[in-house]
């Protein structure tokens, strides 16, 4: 009736108000849903798409093929929201044909429940690898540990319905502790395609793939939601503060630091890297060792500067003052050396800064230092070449990354580890959507995969180009905080290849060679005292040393480094000398332990050098002859003595047979003034 009595021009501008209004509310409760569901993408944006024909499938599984050892892993949980309900194929045609990287990561972390899948660092993940047993053994170990506290005890049916209730608890507890970790390093590797690596390129060959294709679907996209990036990166890496490290250069008193401005702190640390340097991270404990490193640098002539990366509470002033010194002050008049320290305690967050103890250091010292191309080394190793010639090594020339092998000792990692690993792997669908490639047999070729080994790398010395791999110790550093990953190695040495294999990154290179043992060759009368019926002769030769070297592959014989320092017996402080003496297996003509006592504390002769065998046991042979390439003889120096041999069993095939290398008189005379330098006496307190 009101609209009756209106006239007809006033009813045309009463009708447009009206239209106007429920326009309005429509887009209010538009807005609305859309932050109600996080961001989440509209259902009936996917589940409009049609179908798309069998063709396409078949050329995905062709170009993008699952990588046999992870086809088991179905990607994040993020994809299941994704693709929930929908034509999968059509909408990875619609994506792969029409979808930038913006809307391709835009489209992705709409569909991340943060509140569920984002893992903080002191989450408290449970392992214990009690967990991981069949079910006779966990329920035997049970009924085990009852009966330990009553001699009496058996087991009940309510008992038995209580521990597998427990083992069913502890399975399943695994398959989402799991895909909870895959999940987080799933957001964590987009992210920084997204926003900090940001690879192009294999979009641009998705598109020719499927440029003549042209099957019709309704899908328009997602809904793009603008977000500020700083905000994204907090979440994806809540231990970093976004405030820059401190780099201080004692010779000048001054202290630098780097504004992010509101930007990414991420790329604005990317961008900064430049030039080729050395990276050491040392507390206060390590002060001897970097020392006499830092003079060894000098004796080497090494002209590239020296970043030092510590926690404000792990290094003094006094500590500082004397590297400085060890770095200027005239030393046989060699070059100085040009040192800056890095306070890194500013860039992470107080709460997170124990997640960085110990071995995490080294994380710290990759992340923060500033050098494009770095060369990491551990205080306490030994270079023998000069640092330039490192980069110049063909391996690292080719990809950017070299790392070195540790000693291919017979110890070996349970199935449940390896498959941990395979979980953390990219998916077919990181490799489809964000150009993030799924492991190859290259990986899968490295000896913890093929052989359940151990040890692969010795990290004392990385070389590493960081505008290329910058993602890797972000990986490595959410590797360290979780314990199912952290327990399955030991230390930080394997994360640093296995956090460029689970990124996808598999461009990088090993010394062919493992491990050798440097020294003096055994004599035939010292290895025959503990035989019963000795031989004439020994196929194979050893040495016994407490330093893991590494010997150049493009020669086959250079020593380029080695590590534990340059005195015989780095252990010293732990050693019993009257029960090492007393052990007359090996160094018996030490014949006092005055004498024993003096050549563990002397320098390190090195005149020969074994590399062992790549087979780590024979199966069979002489039974004078060595069956393992390494010999463990605890008895020495603390327990940290091994012993090489330069065949194993009748040492016929192959792979059973290392090298022997004797060095030059020249060569032995180069070591000899290394061990002197760093054996040298100093004062700069």
């Not at 732990?574 to 052990?583: G, I, L, R, T």
């Not at 095939?653 to 290392?658: H, I, M, R």
């Not at 005379?669 to 290394?674: G, I, Q, R």
Request: overall charge negative; proline content about 4%.
């Amino acid at each position: 009736m009101f609209l009756l009595s209106i006239p007809h021009q006033s009813k045309s501008k009463v009708w447009i108000a009206l239209l106007l209004v429920i326009w309005g509310l429509i887009s209010v409760h538009f807005i609305w849903q859309s932050q109600a569901n996080s961001g989440l993408i509209l259902e009936n944006e996917l589940s409009s798409i049609s179908s798309i024909p069998h063709e396409f499938e078949m050329l995905i599984d062709t170009k993008y093929p699952k990588f046999k050892a992870t086809s088991g892993n179905s990607g994040s949980q993020t994809y299941v929201n994704l693709f929930n309900n929908q034509d999968r194929n059509a909408a990875i045609f619609t994506i792969m044909k029409n979808f930038d990287l913006d809307q391709r990561c835009q489209l992705y972390f709409n569909n991340v429940k943060f509140d569920k899948s984002v893992v903080d660092p002191d989450h408290d993940f449970k392992f214990n690898r009690f967990d991981y047993w069949n079910w006779d053994e966990y329920r035997d170990e049970c009924i085990k540990k009852l009966k330990a506290d009553n001699d009496e005890f058996v087991a009940t049916s309510s008992d038995l319905d209580t521990i597998k209730e427990n083992f069913d608890n502890a399975k399943s507890r695994i398959v989402s502790d799991l895909q909870l970790l895959h999940d987080y390093f799933s957001h964590i590797k987009i992210y920084n395609q997204c926003y900090i690596d940001r690879n192009t390129s294999f979009i641009t060959k998705q598109q020719e793939l499927i440029n003549g294709l042209n099957w019709k679907t309704s899908f328009k996209g997602p809904k793009i939601f603008s977000s500020k990036q700083i905000v994204t990166e907090s979440q994806m890496y809540p231990w970093l503060s976004q405030k820059s490290p401190e780099y201080e250069c004692l010779s000048t008193g001054k202290i630098a630091e780097f504004s992010t401005r509101g930007n990414s702190f991420l790329n604005t640390l990317k961008n900064k890297l430049n030039g080729k340097g050395i990276v050491m991270t040392i507390a206060d404990s390590h002060l001897d060792y970097c020392i006499r490193l830092i003079h060894l640098l000098r004796y080497l002539k090494n002209t590239l500067p020296i970043q030092i990366i510590y926690t404000k509470n792990d290094l003094s002033a006094n500590s500082k003052s004397q590297l400085y010194q060890a770095s200027v002050a005239d030393f046989d008049g060699l070059p100085s050396q040009n040192i800056t320290f890095v306070n890194v305690t500013p860039a992470i967050k107080q709460q997170y800064l124990h997640k960085f103890n110990e071995f995490g250091n080294k994380i710290l010292a990759i992340l923060f230092n500033t050098f494009e191309e770095m060369i990491f080394i551990d205080a306490d190793a030994i270079l023998i070449q000069n640092p330039e010639k490192f980069f110049q090594l063909n391996k690292y020339q080719n990809s950017g990354a070299l790392f070195f092998r540790d000693r291919n000792t017979p110890e070996y990692r349970p199935d449940h580890d390896i498959q941990t690993f395979l979980k953390l792997m990219n998916s077919q669908y990181d490799e489809i959507i964000f150009g993030l490639p799924q492991i190859t047999e290259k990986t899968m070729s490295i000896p913890l995969f093929d052989r359940k080994i151990s040890h692969v790398m010795e990290s004392g010395l990385v070389l590493l180009n960081r505008k290329i791999h910058f993602s890797q110790p972000l990986i490595m550093a959410n590797m360290n905080f979780f314990e199912p990953i952290r327990e399955r190695v030991y230390g930080d040495k394997e994360m640093f290849w296995l956090s460029l294999s689970i990124n996808g990154d598999e461009n990088y290179q090993f010394n062919s060679h493992p491990a050798a043992a440097i020294g003096q060759l055994t004599t035939y009368e010292e290895r025959i005292k503990t035989l019963e019926t000795p031989p004439s002769s020994f196929k194979s030769q050893e040495i016994c040393a407490n330093h893991p070297a590494h010997i150049n592959d493009e020669d086959n014989h250079t020593l380029l480094w080695f590590n534990s320092g340059f005195q015989f017996c780095n252990q010293l402080e732990k050693v019993n000398y009257d029960n090492e003496f007393s052990n007359k297996e090996r160094y018996s003509q030490l014949n006092t332990i005055d004498e024993f006592k003096a050549f563990w504390q002397s320098s390190l002769i090195i005149e020969s050098a074994i590399i062992p065998p790549e087979n780590t046991n024979s199966n069979g042979g002489d039974i004078n002859e060595p069956s393992a390439s390494w010999k463990h003889m605890d008895s020495y120096c603390a327990g940290y003595t091994w012993c090489a041999y330069s065949s194993i069993g009748n040492g016929d095939k192959a792979n059973d047979k290392g090298i022997v290398i004797n060095y030059s008189s020249k060569e032995i005379e180069h070591f000899k003034k290394l061990g002197e330098i760093w054996m040298r006496g100093y004062n700069y307190s």
